[in-house]
């Protein structure tokens, strides 16, 4: 049994251990499948904010938006205190990426956990994401994600809805005709969209890895399957040649300037900034990173140097016209659930505007995945992918961290008092 298939296994039976009373009493859709959301105001995710209106959901989808106590029947949720908005949208995690149960270090190539512990790691990071009000995350990418996707997507276990790439290309995946046999293979294997390494990690200096010619293909195969192709970038070459190639959109982009901002935004690229989290979750867990891979002492040092070098090109992304900043924060192993903390630095130290920042992580986001018709808005036809947090996220973005409701696809899986704040 290979391990895509040992992780479906224990997959399934986290479903089957899950689904007795617990499940069925917590979880789901109300009887009749009509849901009443009130709460002091809506926020719709393009810009736009409404009082005195509350939200029809049924049979799992945005049935309509009316005024307050104009629905008769089913299951009214008085969610007082609070804003309603859709689902944050986080572009860019990873769910597989865990710290091991017996060393409670990086998992890796040495790690003893198995496969086993690889599902059930996964389906726990999906889970608290959605507690967070994370509602769709697109991630890049583990072999994991593909019958965890797919539990999601049937109601089997509770989480977020899934993208995912499964695996990636590198330089490791050969000359340009290799790379297109790849993402044959990656596309015929269920993948949503292709993750490209263009460039090393911030931490050995960001340099491009692929050439021009590589790119090219990749992208232009990416586009013969109807799939998205995401770089991860950080200097400007490498972003550029991804512009050129016709790519979807540059993730990290830490060292970029001014000049390559603009390109991306001519080219109609998404621009996908990692300016926070990823830094403050190394650091806090430095000693569970140290001596794996390139985490070293020296590739710590070039993170800590990197932090200033990232903001200052987010502020300097804020000031391109029509340059599309999505939400993604690349959460890997102790950052799950903390997407939001992202969302936040952004608005305080990046200076980007509150509502700015939530149209990042909802109907912008949306529409970099090709979902926009789908989720991300508070519009009739829609999916029921919203939550609800205390207080005003439109005026003070730390309200995101106070998630009381939590809905996806229509079904209720968190609902709380609103916090005292």
């Given at each position: 049994?290979?391990?895509a298939?040992?992780?479906?296994?224990?997959?399934?039976t986290?479903?089957?251990?899950?689904?007795?009373?617990?499940?069925?009493?917590?979880f789901?859709?109300?009887e009749?499948?009509?849901?009443?959301?009130?709460?002091?105001?809506?926020l719709?995710?393009?810009?736009?904010m409404w009082t005195d209106?509350?939200?029809?959901?049924?049979?799992?989808?945005?049935d309509?938006?009316?005024?307050?106590?104009q629905?008769?029947?089913?299951?009214?949720?008085?969610?007082?205190?609070?804003?309603?908005?859709?689902?944050?949208?986080?572009?860019?995690?990873?769910l597989?990426w865990?710290?091991?149960?017996?060393?409670e270090?990086?998992?890796?190539?040495?790690?003893?956990d198995?496969a086993?512990?690889?599902?059930?790691y996964?389906?726990?990071?999906a889970?608290?994401?959605?507690?967070?009000?994370?509602?769709?995350?697109?991630?890049?990418?583990?072999?994991?994600?593909?019958?965890?996707?797919?539990?999601?997507?049937?109601?089997s276990l509770?989480?977020?809805r899934?993208i995912t790439?499964?695996s990636?290309?590198?330089e490791?995946s050969?000359?340009?005709a290799?790379?297109?046999?790849?993402?044959d293979?990656?596309?015929?294997?269920?993948?949503?969209?292709?993750?490209?390494?263009?460039s090393?990690?911030?931490r050995?200096?960001?340099?491009?890895?692929l050439?021009?010619e590589?790119?090219?293909a990749?992208?232009?195969?990416a586009?013969s399957?109807?799939?998205?192709?995401?770089?991860?970038a950080?200097?400007p070459?490498?972003?550029?040649r991804?512009?050129?190639?016709?790519?979807?959109?540059?993730e990290?982009?830490?060292?970029l300037?001014?000049e390559?901002l603009?390109?991306?935004?001519?080219?109609?690229?998404?621009?996908?900034?990692?300016?926070?989290?990823?830094?403050?979750?190394?650091?806090?867990?430095?000693?569970?990173?140290?001596?794996?891979?390139n985490?070293?002492?020296?590739?710590?040092?070039?993170?800590r140097?990197?932090?200033?070098?990232?903001?200052?090109a987010?502020?300097t992304?804020l000031?391109?016209?029509?340059?599309?900043?999505v939400?993604?924060t690349?959460?890997v192993?102790?950052?799950?659930?903390?997407?939001?903390?992202?969302?936040?630095?952004?608005?305080?130290?990046?200076?980007?505007?509150?509502?700015?920042a939530?149209?990042s992580?909802?109907?912008?986001?949306a529409?970099?995945?090709?979902l926009e018709s789908?989720?991300?808005?508070?519009?009739v036809g829609?999916?029921?992918?919203?939550?609800a947090?205390?207080?005003?996220?439109s005026?003070d973005?730390?309200?995101?961290?106070?998630?009381?409701?939590?809905?996806r696809?229509?079904?209720?899986?968190?609902?709380e008092?609103?916090?005292?704040?």
């Amino acid at each position: 049994m290979n391990q895509a298939m040992v992780i479906a296994t224990v997959l399934s039976t986290i479903f089957l251990a899950c689904s007795g009373e617990a499940t069925v009493s917590n979880f789901g859709s109300p009887e009749g499948g009509l849901i009443v959301l009130r709460a002091d105001r809506i926020l719709d995710g393009t810009g736009q904010m409404w009082t005195d209106q509350e939200i029809v959901v049924r049979d799992g989808r945005i049935d309509n938006i009316t005024e307050v106590g104009q629905t008769v029947g089913g299951t009214v949720y008085e969610l007082t205190g609070t804003t309603l908005l859709p689902g944050l949208i986080d572009t860019h995690v990873h769910l597989g990426w865990h710290f091991d149960r017996d060393t409670e270090r990086l998992h890796s190539a040495e790690s003893t956990d198995g496969a086993e512990d690889q599902a059930l790691y996964a389906a726990e990071n999906a889970w608290q994401m959605l507690m967070s009000g994370v509602t769709t995350v697109q991630s890049l990418g583990g072999w994991e994600d593909l019958p965890l996707r797919e539990a999601v997507a049937k109601g089997s276990l509770p989480g977020p809805r899934i993208i995912t790439s499964l695996s990636s290309i590198t330089e490791a995946s050969g000359d340009p005709a290799q790379i297109r046999v790849r993402i044959d293979e990656l596309a015929e294997a269920g993948a949503d969209v292709i993750k490209i390494f263009a460039s090393a990690s911030i931490r050995v200096g960001g340099l491009p890895t692929l050439s021009q010619e590589q790119l090219n293909a990749a992208c232009e195969q990416a586009k013969s399957h109807k799939l998205r192709a995401v770089v991860h970038a950080h200097g400007p070459e490498s972003a550029r040649r991804a512009a050129n190639a016709g790519c979807s959109q540059i993730e990290h982009g830490a060292l970029l300037d001014h000049e390559t901002l603009e390109i991306l935004s001519a080219h109609g690229l998404y621009f996908d900034p990692h300016i926070h989290l990823i830094f403050e979750n190394y650091f806090q867990n430095q000693a569970r990173y140290i001596g794996i891979g390139n985490y070293t002492e020296q590739g710590f040092q070039q993170m800590r140097d990197a932090v200033p070098t990232a903001l200052a090109a987010f502020r300097t992304a804020l000031t391109v016209e029509g340059l599309n900043i999505v939400f993604g924060t690349d959460a890997v192993a102790g950052a799950h659930g903390k997407n939001w903390t992202e969302l936040a630095y952004r608005v305080q130290e990046g200076g980007q505007e509150p509502m700015a920042a939530i149209i990042s992580a909802t109907s912008l986001a949306a529409e970099s995945l090709g979902l926009e018709s789908e989720v991300g808005t508070v519009a009739v036809g829609l999916a029921g992918d919203l939550i609800a947090v205390t207080g005003d996220p439109s005026k003070d973005i730390e309200a995101l961290e106070h998630v009381s409701f939590v809905m996806r696809n229509g079904n209720v899986y968190k609902h709380e008092p609103p916090s005292e704040r």
